[in-house]
């Protein structure tokens, strides 16, 4: 493993404990994996304690999805990681929850709708449910890309979440800032109807949010 491989291996660790210990995931569920160079992606392995978890338990692949490094299993949801970063070069890291209110969405495979100014800037609109798909398929991976387009995030049906963007550090406040906002939006709808945001805040919240996808 060189150097960069143990930098974003660690990395990958802490993310994926923050993941757990922040109640976005129970147990072993969830995953984790970020690009390391243009070329490799460093992830989690399947079934294995975050708390136990070490760099050498870490599955380094490339794009194709053949292993390079390791001896473990690499994630299930391997295929859904790698298509994402085929689909997208602004991405390095991504997350894979099921944390709860996403989930009750999901489950319900209800859209989550910009609710904040905030919220367009971070997931860049709307936050579309993928058609269902079985964990760990080709199927899933597809559907996934599709609904996710250009976005930060996507809600996989009857499942949970998965977010994208430049960092492990970033995708982690996504996965965070989802799960939060999926409360809020859950529980307005125990009160009444939503109120959407102004279509000029969406459409310049769409711009901005493009505008930092795109840059280095
Ligand atoms: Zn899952």
Redesign the pocket.
């Known amino acids: 493993m060189d150097e960069e491989t143990r930098r974003v291996g660690l990395e990958i660790i802490r993310t994926a404990r923050e993941m757990l210990q922040s109640g976005l995931v129970e147990g072993t569920?969830?995953n984790v994996s970020a690009k390391v160079g243009d070329d490799r992606v460093l992830i989690t392995p399947t079934s294995m304690s975050y708390m136990e978890m070490a760099l050498e338990d870490l599955v380094l692949l490339d794009l194709n999805g053949n292993v390079l490094e390791g001896k473990r299993q690499p994630s299930s949801?391997k295929p859904m990681h790698l298509k994402v970063y085929n689909a997208r070069e602004d991405v390095r890291a991504i997350i894979?929850t099921?944390s709860l209110y996403a989930s009750v969405l999901a489950v319900l495979r209800k859209p989550l709708p910009p609710l904040t100014d905030e919220f367009m800037f971070k997931y860049g609109g709307t936050i579309e449910v993928a058609e269902y798909g079985l964990?760990g398929s080709e199927e899933l991976a597809e559907n996934a890309v599709k609904a996710l387009g250009n976005r930060a995030a996507v809600m996989l049906a009857n499942?949970?979440v998965l977010c994208c963007g430049k960092s492990l550090a970033h995708v982690l406040e996504l996965a965070k800032v989802l799960e939060r906002m999926a409360k809020i939006y859950v529980t307005a709808l125990m009160i009444g109807e939503p109120h959407q945001l102004p279509e000029k805040v969406i459409r310049d919240g769409a711009t901005v949010y493009e505008i930092i996808r795109k840059m280095k």
């Open positions: 569920e969830g949801e894979h099921h964990t499942h949970g």
